[in-house]
């Protein structure tokens, strides 16, 4: 490298080193360079250290690596270091991280093949590069081809495209593409299809010229150069293909991995067809020629569909089946004759064996003689002088001589269907210019090169020649445009390496010389190349270890060539015997083939085949005898002239270059390997084009972009109003080197690493600045931290200092609290501690005690059972001693008291005769006899107590019973008796048993009546809370239900709401699809029309004479019955010759186009029935759920009225039951009179005849509230039937009414059942019954009081709250008693209802007809009345009668002129119609009539017309008028068609026709909204529905020209305005670029801007508006611009690379808010505008938000809805720095993204459709105008309107 750059090389550059895997490594210095030292300290990326020695001799340091600002550029000369390395980082950034495959280099496009289907390439790219400047979008093989299209016109000359490249690097895609361009952009310029055909020709030749190789599975085997011609329109009008050097060796030879040319593959996969069965065909494996890569198959390739497409393509071009079948024949033959077996007869001789059944069927395939075949297969005729010998040939040369015939066969059949390819893409008309595109080979190097790569890299040499020339001519171009000294330029010159080739005694004139000796060979050529060259030439070597090869020194590497082969392929013999049989063919194509065969020979005697290739004609030698003499031109002669050809042609035109690079050799998909990469990049020239253009000044600048970059690097006294002399003078500060710069005209030069110098110093300067920023900012938000801290400091150190005051005080108390707590915390703790010892000792003492106790009382417990035993066996003793003992001393003691008996009885006996006993005796008698009375006293006692309690017993008792009375009475006297008798104890005690029984009983009674009655009140009291809880239960589950009900209904209204508004979307969805497809049609329609009437107008031009006129077309576009002739009637005559001319110049042409137009209109007409039905299926659709719910609703109201109407029958039951019970009371009032209670009666009457009349009085109020409510609902509802709401307010009102009368009747049936109740009883106590009665009525008065409250309250609401309160009134009621009916029985519910709603719904079909027959006869009432009024006034001013006739002097009276009452129609006459189109639709300016005159004003002067047509019943008239005024207006659209005010115009007018057709066509729902007076002007005898479709179609047209006019006037403005246009100063910056130089974006004089595309909106707007345009087709043109805007930019932005960053995102979002703005000033923000901009605005929300994290993914793929995923990759992909502090988005990130969104379905199109047109409709508008005030104003030349 240089070393002028040495101040570069500080620390932190980073630099380029070799290596051996990567070829170049990126490091970055860690310490400065300094002039001398001998090695560099550098780090390389992954943090190894290394030193780089630099070399001794040259000195030269390392590339500089470009910023990262700069990588990835679009162009590799943007770069400001140009060098290899940066070269082949930018393509690998580029192809990798960013999946873009093309970038330029200078005037060449490199594509690097990505081994994957890209979605680049579609017809919406191709309009979105068609008619861009080549830099202004991102590179595309389109771009080349549009900038080579565009020459073409502009400049006037002939272009080429030239496409190389290795094999597999994508060469024949790109040529491919680039036809397919052409064929989209020009069209063709006849019915042909020429475009078509020239797109056919690539599969016709892939099939027979490319084949599998194991670099590529399509690779073209040979070079072919394509001319597309173009006329004088720059239209197809034909092509042809010139093809160079076919790889026939490939027919009889493949190498492993690889195969033959597809179209074998092709007919063996076929095979099973019937018509191929005849080509005994089989597997490929099967023939030699096809078998032998050893992998007949390519994955994703199906032979069978590709011979389907090819034999399509030859369809196409002409060649019929005939011809197909004979070319099959003729490859099927091939394959045979690879298969025949040769064999050894002996060492000379070979032979084949008889009926060889593959040489059978060859000879059956190409009509040839077996044995003839067979003998020269194995012989060849040798002539001398004298002799013609017969030599046998040995097996191998028999079979090479076998292969030599199967290539040459293959030759001659490629050249044939070269020749019908170009007989078919020939050219009709004169070829204007021309463009080529040139698919050769690149450069190629192998192991072993031959023959074949010697050619091809000798055409490389010279392509390569032709490149470094153009090249070199740009650049001094472009110095001497910019008036720039420049100096000659060193550049690489291969014209050596050409002359070792081509030059005399070359190495091809040295083949030829050798290939016409006698006994040439290899060897020999090979000495003589050595003594010629090897010495003389420093390009020619001699490989050390070889002596049959040598090396060249080509432009991008050496080439050692083998030497063997050479001869014998650039002679390319065959033996003429073969040649002679194959002429002899009976088959007819053979002969065909042969049938220009050389007749010239060889010198060895064998005569050479063409070689497939273009080549010069070589004049054959008339002279058999001479032929021995002359020889056929050589390959590799024809190979030189035919290169010649090539690029003289190449010279005569302007080359465009297309280098292809293979980016790996495993076909992996965007996998780059630099080593094989930098291979093409040397070989194919791009990096000699960096060498030239670095070795210039490679960097340029405008003055206005290097001002607008660099500002920052200026001060504010540098700038000056001259921005040319303020970059000079700043540039010469910055730079010292003068020789760094040269200022040029328009443009600053920079040499190489200049841009990277100052792109260095504006980034340090940026950083200083953001340091300076950063740091004030720090500083004041510091300072402003530090105040907010110091503040916060304060208040804490005032609390703090408050606290710890309050926590000193608390100290002190807590220590000495704690002094306190220690005291008898201590105290506690000795305690504890004492207790915790004495627990212990305690323990201890007690487990002591315990053990010593139990130790005891196990003792004692011995001891014990030893006692216990003893005890028992010392009792046993005891017990037995003790019973001896026992029984002696009972016997003793029964004597001894047997003895002491005996003496005690004698002394009783004795004491018993005594006296003294009996007085004892009688003192105890007298002793009871005193008990005794003492007893009986008290017994008295205890009577006269008994008898108190029985008085008061039985006193307490008389209420209960009257036998308990007389009972009680009875025992009062008999009480009285037993007094007086004293004597009756007995009696009395007996009836005191008696009492007391009774009294017991009475008791028992009692507590039994009080048990029974508390029974009695638990089970009422209990029975009353089960009945509360159960009402609560019930108020509950009613709760509960009508919640549930009301959820259901809710639920079931949102469902049927949900489903309404899926299913009405999706019939709007098909509609829109409808119309869509119907209104694309039109346009198809319209613009077949229009080629048609071009067509017959050109050939009308063609065949017209001086003084002669063209008849306009007659064809109509509405029907094909309805004609009108638009020219004068006196031409006729003129015209049908004419039409006769041309009928004989183009019948199948106009035939054809009659035949498309029937179609079409066929088309059209089933289209428009669909819609039709469509339409009328939405709107029986709506009409049905319309009705539904009418019925629905209706049965409710229905089912109320009837519940109503029972109510109110009850009600009237019940007055006529209180009636009759007020006169039963009032007659029995007599009879009762002198009962207790009748004034409570009176008074009871006089309260129910009160209540009755407050009643009445509450109905009548209800009856008035009833009236009002409809009044009010009819005021508020005026525009709709008055069926519904009036009917609904009764019922509301009646129902109110019964639900009162119900309350009431509540009432007065409890107090009848009461009065009911006292009459039956008249036991009960009067007071408590009037007591019952005044309550109930006290309550019936509340009741009243409350409803009357009710009643009031609703009187002040609103009507709407009015009629809600009601109406939730009798929803609550209804809702109970259809509990209450579906509690009894839900079936009979249920069918009630069922029954009911039918009877409502039949009741209200009848009462709609009824009130229509109302309406109907009302209407006509108030017509009669209105004539009856009219004759009775006439007839009443002209009676008088005689007693009122008085003689009084007449006085003169002025009687004005009665106004004339005009009727709203025109006439005119037959013969005045033309001059009405003329004067009305022709010669109308539109701009006089939109500003002077009312908007419509033509349409109604032609439904004016059109009425008194139809009011005096002439048919002719109106269809005449009709099919004028449509003919008429399209004539005027086609001839100003591209003015947006005339068709603004005529779409106003048309639609305004179709309005005032509609309105005025009698049907009831276009004259709902019309006054009386306009529906009397109704259309009368004449149905215009067809037109009305017609003039609908009409208006579609005219919409959709309105949308292209708009189109062509906004799309120049859309991308400079929305784009490029820096609509706030100073955001975006402006990066360095190229030789492909964008449009500028900053804002030059002239250019488009914002402010322009809002003039040019709000002009359209205005226009629209003062036509008087309906609004809401202004809403669908207005939707229909921003959609233009929001694609256009879109599109734009996703094919612009430089366009794609954070400030352009700022500058979109605020033009876009721009655009809103503009909306809502106009007031449409409703129209759907702004939606169609919202996949802009998260476009550019996009370039805005960060782009690292897992969030920012899941926050991207949330905001960007209305973007498509390859959109959203593809703005992500695009996305670059303008400043270094900008990060590019990683290759994780995007593939993150691409995850998220992989389930996303949406469409794969990469851009939008900027031709896509929404479907128009045209809502119903009716005018209010009147017709008859309409005044014609004498501007439009009308006079000979009548007004009728």
């Known amino acids: 490298m240089n070393r002028d750059l040495e101040y570069m090389f500080v620390q932190c550059a980073r630099v380029w080193i070799p290596d051996v895997d990567e070829v170049w490594k990126s490091a970055e210095l860690v310490k400065d360079y300094n002039n001398g030292d001998q090695s560099l300290q550098l780090m390389l990326e992954d943090g190894t250290k290394l030193e780089h020695k630099l070399d001794p001799k040259t000195k030269n340091l390392p590339h500089l690596r470009n910023p990262d600002i700069l990588v990835g550029e679009n162009d590799l000369t943007a770069l400001s270091y140009l060098h290899e390395p940066a070269v082949l980082h930018n393509l690998k950034v580029r192809f990798i991280d960013s999946k873009l495959i093309y970038t330029y280099c200078g005037i060449v496009l490199v594509a690097i093949n990505p081994y994957e289907n890209l979605p680049i390439y579609s017809t919406d790219i191709i309009n979105a590069y068609s008619g861009q400047n080549m830099g202004d979008m991102d590179p595309h093989i389109f771009a080349v081809a549009e900038e080579a299209y565009k020459q073409m016109a502009r400049d006037e000359r002939n272009q080429s495209i030239i496409v190389s490249g290795e094999s597999g690097a994508g060469k024949t895609v790109s040529a491919k593409y680039a036809m397919r361009y052409f064929a989209t952009v020009s069209g063709s310029a006849s019915e042909a299809n020429i475009e078509e055909k020239v797109l056919a020709s690539n599969p016709i030749m892939e099939a027979i010229g490319n084949a599998k190789t194991t670099r590529n599975d399509n690779s073209s085997r040979f070079g072919k150069y394509i001319e597309i011609g173009f006329d004088n329109r720059y239209r197809i009008i034909g092509a042809n293909m010139r093809t160079y050097l076919l790889e026939k060796s490939r027919v009889v030879f493949q190498a492993d991995d690889e195969r033959n040319y597809h179209i074998f593959y092709q007919l063996c996969a076929s095979a099973h067809l019937p018509e191929l069965k005849v080509l005994k065909l089989g597997h490929a494996s099967d023939f030699l020629y096809t078998r032998q890569g050893r992998n007949p198959v390519i994955d994703g390739v199906d032979d069978t569909k590709e011979l389907s497409t090819t034999r399509n393509a030859f369809t196409l071009l002409g060649i019929n089946e005939s011809y197909q079948m004979g070319l099959f024949q003729v490859l099927a033959a091939i394959l045979h004759l690879g298969n025949v077996e040769i064999k050894d007869r002996d060492s000379d001789s070979s032979l084949i064996a008889p009926n060889n059944s593959h040489l059978t069927s060859f000879c059956e395939l190409v009509g040839v003689s077996y044995q003839d075949m067979s003998q020269w297969l194995c012989h060849r005729r040798l002539k001398t002088a004298t002799e013609t010998y017969i030599k ?59 023959f074949e790569q010697f050619c091809i890299n000798y055409a490389n040499e010279k392509l390569q020649q032709q490149f470094n020339m153009h090249v070199f001519k740009l650049e001094q171009e472009e110095y001497m445009k910019e008036q720039i000294p420049w100096t000659l330029i060193d550049f690489y010159d291969n014209q050596p390496c050409i002359n070792l080739i081509e030059a005399k005694m070359g190495i091809l004139d040295l083949l030829d010389e050798e290939c016409k000796m006698p006994k040439g060979s290899d060897d020999s050529w090979a000495q003589k190349l050595y003594n010629t060259h090897l010495k003389t030439c420093s390009l020619f070597e001699k490989p050390r270890m070889s002596n049959r090869a040598f090396i060249i020194q080509h432009f991008a590497d050496k080439v050692e060539y083998q030497c063997e082969g050479f001869l014998e392929k650039n002679k390319d013999t065959v033996n003429e015997d073969q040649i002679n049989v194959l002429k002899a063919s009976k088959f007819n194509l053979l002969v065909e083939l042969f049938q220009d065969e050389e007749k010239a020979i060889s010198p060895t005697g064998q005569v050479p085949g063409t070689g497939g290739r273009t080549r010069l004609s070589v004049k054959p030698d008339k002279s058999r005898d001479k032929s021995s003499k ?134 340090d300067k940026l950083r200083a600045a953001c340091i300076r920023i950063q740091k004030t900012i720090r500083c004041w938000l510091a300072r402003k931290k530090y105040l907010r801290q110091r503040k916060a400091a304060i208040t804490i150190q005032r609390f703090t200092r408050g606290y710890q005051a309050r926590c000193l005080a608390k100290f ?104 003294e006993h009996f007085k004892k005796l009688n003192k105890g008698m007298e002793n009871k006899i005193m008990q005794l009375q003492r007893k009986i006293d008290e017994q008295n006692k205890e009577n006269r107590l008994v008898n108190e309690r029985l008085v008061s017993i039985e006193s307490s008792y008389t209420a209960e019973s009257e036998k308990m009375r007389s009972e009680l009475n009875r025992l009062h006297g008999v009480e009285e008796d037993a007094k007086n008798k004293a004597n009756q104890l007995s009696t009395l005690l007996e009836e005191l048993e008696r009492l007391k029984k009774e009294l017991t009983t009475t008791q028992q009674e009692k507590r039994t009546i009080e048990d029974w009655a508390q029974n009695y009140k638990a089970e009422m009291e209990k029975m009353v809370s089960e009945l509360k809880d159960q009402n609560g239960s019930l108020k509950k589950e009613k709760d509960d239900l009508n919640r549930l009900i009301q959820e259901q209904s809710q639920q079931m209204t949102e469902k049927m709401a949900r489903a309404i508004a899926q299913e009405t979307q999706q019939l709007e969805t098909d509609l829109n699809e409808e119309r869509s497809r119907y209104q694309n049609l039109l346009s198809e329609h319209l613009r077949l029309e229009e080629k048609y009437d071009d067509l017959k107008e050109e050939i009308s031009t063609h065949i017209s004479k001086p003084g002669h006129r063209r008849t306009d ?93 029972e109510l109110e029958s009850e009600n009237k039951k019940l007055k006529h039951d209180l009636a009759e019970m007020r006169q039963s009371l009032l007659g029995d009032k007599s009879a009762n009179m002198g009962a207790p209670g009748s004034p409570a009666y009176k008074v009871l009457l006089d309260q129910l005849n009160a209540s009755c009349e407050e009643l009445d009085v509450r109905k009548e109020e209800v009856l008035i509230l009833r009236s009002q409510l409809v009044s009010q609902k009819e005021a508020f509802h005026h525009k709709e039937t008055m069926t519904e709401p009036s009917v609904f307010a009764q019922d509301v009102s009646k129902l109110k009414d019964a639900d009162e009368l119900k309350q009431a009747y509540v009432g007065l049936k409890d107090t009848n059942r009461l009065l009911e109740q006292q009459l039956q009883t008249q036991r009960r106590s009067h007071d408590n019954e009037v007591e019952s009665l005044r309550g109930e009525l006290q309550s019936v008065k509340e009741e ?28 609550t009621r209804l809702t109970n008693e259809n509990l209450e009916l579906m509690t009894d029985d839900p079936t009979e519910s249920r069918e009630a209802r069922v029954i009911i709603l039918r009877r409502m719904v039949d009741l209200m079909e009848q009462l709609e007809k009824q009130d229509r027959t109302i309406r109907k006869l009302k209407k006509q009432l108030k017509v009669y009345s209105k004539r009856i009024g009219e004759m009775g006034a006439g007839q009443t001013e002209g009676q008088t009668s005689p007693g009122q006739m008085v003689e ?137 529905a067809e037109y009305r479709q017609v003039i609908s179609d009409l208006a579609i047209q005219i919409y959709q020209q309105l949308v292209k006019c708009m189109d062509n006037i906004l799309l120049p403005m859309i991308v400079p305005g929305m784009l490029e246009h820096e609509t706030i100063q100073g955001v975006s910056g402006v990066k360095p670029t190229g030789l492909r130089k964008r449009t500028s974006s900053i804002a030059d004089e002239g250019i488009y801007t914002l402010d322009s595309i809002l003039r040019q909106l709000s002009a359209f707007h205005s226009t629209m508006c003062q036509h008087g345009m309906d609004p809401e087709l202004i809403k669908q043109v207005v939707k229909q611009q921003f959609y233009i805007i929001g694609a256009a930019t879109l599109n734009n932005l996703l094919l612009r690379k430089d366009m794609c960053s954070w400030s352009k995102g700022m500058q979109i979002r605020y033009n876009v808010s721009q655009l809103e703005e503009w909306l809502r000033d106009k007031g449409l923000m409703g129209c759907g505008a702004k939606e169609t901009l ?31 995923t390859a959109q959203i990759v593809k703005v992500l992909n695009l996305y670059t720095p303008v400043n270094e502090f900008e990060e590019r988005v990683s290759v994780a990130f995007i593939r993150t993204i691409q995850t998220r969104l992989r389930d996303r379905s949406d469409s794969p199109h990469l851009l939008m459709d900027t031709k896509m047109i929404y479907p128009v409709t045209f809502p119903f508008n009716p005018s209010s105008l009147a017709l008859e005030t309409i005044q014609i104003p004498s501007s439009l030349n009308l006079s000979f309107l009548t007004r009728v």
């Open 392 to 450: 046998t040939l040995p097996r191998l040369q028999a079979t090479n001589a076998r292969d030599a015939l199967s290539k040459h066969i293959y030759a001659k059949l490629f050249n044939w269907i070269v020749e019908h390819v170009n007989k078919a893409l020939i050219a009709n008309v004169k070829q204007h210019s021309f463009i080529g595109v040139l698919d050769i080979y690149g450069f190629e190097t192998f192991d072993i090169n031959s």
């Open 630 to 763: 002359e020889h056929k031109k050589t390959v590799g002669c024809q190979f030189r002239n035919s290169l010649q050809m090539l690029m003289d042609t190449l010279n005569a035109t302007t080359p465009h270059y297309v280098r292809c690079i293979k980016p790996n050799d495993f076909k992996q998909a965007f996998t780059f390997d630099p080593k094989r990469a930098v291979q093409q990049l040397r070989a194919c020239g791009v990096l000699e084009t960096i060498r030239i253009s670095a070795a210039g000044f490679p960097s340029r600048w405008t003055y206005q972009e290097f001002f607008s970059r660099y500002r920052v690097l200026m001060k504010q006294k540098d700038v000056l109003p001259d921005k040319k002399l303020t970059c000079r003078n700043v540039l010469e500060k910055l730079v010292q080197d003068q020789d760094k710069y040269q200022f040029g005209k328009t443009k600053i030069f920079f040499r190489a690493g200049q841009v990277a110098y100052l792109e260095k110093l504006r980034a």
């Open 812 to 915: 002190l108390r807590r220590t000495q609290a704690a002094t306190i707590i220690q005291k008898y915390q201590r105290m506690y703790v000795e305690r504890k501690r004492y207790k915790q010892k004495q627990a212990v000792a305690l323990a201890m003492q007690r487990i002591l005690r315990a053990y010593m106790a139990r130790q005891k009382y196990l003792a004692l417990v011995r001891e014990a059972k030893v006692v216990i035993i003893q005890k028992r066996v010392r009792g046993w003793l005891a017990r037995c001693w003790y019973k001896r003992c026992l029984r002696s001393i009972v016997y003793l003691q029964c004597c001894i008291r047997r003895m002491r008996a005996r003496r005690e009885l004698k002394k009783l006996k004795i004491e018993a005769r005594s006296v």
């Open 1113 to 1205: 077309s007659t064809h109509s576009s509405n029907e094909s019955e309805y004609t009108y002739n638009s020219e004068y009637t006196d031409m006729d005559n003129s015209s049908r010759t004419r039409e006769d001319v041309t009928r004989g110049l183009d019948t199948t042409l106009t035939l054809k186009l009659q035949k498309r137009l029937t179609e079409l209109e066929q088309e059209k007409q089933s289209l428009r029935d669909e819609l039709e039905n469509k339409e009328e299926q939405y709107q029986r659709a709506r009409a049905r759920d319309d009705a539904e719910f009418k019925k629905a609703r209706g049965a409710e109201l229905e089912y109320e009225s009837l519940k109503r109407q």
């Open 1344 to 1371: 009243n009081n409350r409803q009357q409250q009710l009643l009031a309250q609703n009187l002040q609401l609103p009507p709407e709250a009015r009629i809600e309160a009601s109406l939730q009134h009798e929803i």
């Open 1448 to 1584: 009084e002097p007449i006085h003169p009276v002025n009687i004005p002129r009665r106004e004339k009452d005009f009727q709203g129609m025109l006439e005119y006459k037959k013969e005045d119609e033309m001059k009405l189109v003329k004067n009305l639709i022709l010669e109308l300016k539109p701009r006089g009539v939109a500003v002077n005159l009312i908007p419509g004003l033509p349409a109604y002067i032609l439904f004016m017309c059109l009425r008194h047509a139809d009011y005096v019943n002439d048919d002719q008239k109106v269809r005449t008028l009709l099919t004028s005024t449509i003919n008429s207006i399209k004539k005027i659209l086609k001839k100003r068609g591209d003015d947006f005010e005339t068709v603004s115009f005529w779409l106003a007018n048309t639609c305004r026709f179709l309005h005032c057709l509609k309105q005025y066509s009698g049907d009831e729902a276009f004259m709902k909204h019309n006054s009386v007076r306009q529906n009397e002007h109704c259309l009368s005898n004449f149905d215009l």
């Open 1734 to 1764: 919202e996949p802009l605005i998260q476009a550019a929300q996009l370039l805005q938000v960060k782009k690292k994290t897992d969030e920012d993914a899941e926050a991207i793929c949330s905001m960007c809805q209305a973007l498509t």
